[in-house]
């Protein structure tokens, strides 16, 4: 039946702002621009693999904080989180801190960065783990994850 998610379409408050934001901070590849629908539309990973799209005023011009995640490969979420603050965004772990390590949630396992996008939504690029879940666990930071599984962090990389 359900092979996984295809597409998500989030409201935006101007969609060649976001537009811009997408592709210049997340490097998305577009794949549709309507103007007369004040739409824009990428390919996620591959062609065909999985779509986002960006709609102005769509249902309303009011925009609703959304929460979404890309999935990145773990040996990437690092340096994705540089680039992204190159680009002068700013990132934090799951509990909204800047300065402290990425959050780790146990029960999946995954590790991820969060920020926002220009219309305030919660973008997160989250990367698997190949440890075993540990569902026991609360929400901790990646170096405390590393001790649990006995290693260090280098060991991911």
Same mark, same amino acid.
């Given at each position: 039946?359900?092979?996984?998610?295809?597409?998500?379409?989030?409201?935006?408050?101007?969609? @060649?702002?976001?537009?811009? +934001?997408? *592709?210049?901070?997340?490097? %998305?590849?577009?794949?549709?621009?309507? #103007? =007369?629908?004040?739409?824009?539309?990428?390919?996620?990973?591959?062609?065909?693999?999985?779509?986002?799209?960006?709609?102005?005023?769509?249902?309303?011009?009011?925009?609703?904080?959304?929460?979404?995640?890309?999935?990145?490969?773990?040996?990437?979420?690092?340096?994705?989180?540089?680039?992204?603050?190159?680009?002068?965004? @700013?990132?934090?772990?799951? +509990?909204? *801190?800047?300065?402290?390590? %990425?959050?780790?949630?146990?029960?999946? #396992? =995954?590790?991820?960065?969060?920020?926002?996008?220009?219309?305030?939504?919660?973008?997160?690029?989250?990367?698997?783990?190949?440890?075993?879940?540990?569902?026991?666990?609360?929400?901790?930071?990646?170096?405390?994850?590393?001790?649990?599984?006995?290693?260090?962090?280098?060991?991911?990389?």
């Amino acid at each position: 039946m359900l092979k996984g998610l295809f597409e998500t379409h989030i409201n935006v408050g101007d969609y @060649k702002a976001s537009a811009e +934001f997408y *592709e210049r901070v997340l490097g %998305l590849i577009p794949l549709h621009d309507d #103007p =007369a629908r004040k739409s824009k539309f990428y390919w996620i990973g591959a062609p065909g693999e999985a779509m986002f799209g960006i709609r102005e005023n769509y249902p309303s011009p009011l925009v609703q904080r959304q929460h979404f995640a890309f999935r990145v490969a773990l040996d990437e979420l690092e340096a994705a989180r540089r680039t992204l603050q190159e680009r002068g965004v @700013k990132t934090t772990n799951f +509990f909204g *801190e800047s300065e402290a390590p %990425l959050s780790v949630f146990p029960f999946m #396992p =995954a590790v991820s960065v969060y920020f926002e996008d220009p219309d305030g939504h919660s973008v997160e690029l989250l990367a698997m783990l190949d440890d075993e879940p540990r569902p026991e666990f609360a929400i901790m930071p990646w170096p405390e994850w590393e001790n649990v599984c006995g290693r260090n962090k280098g060991d991911f990389a």
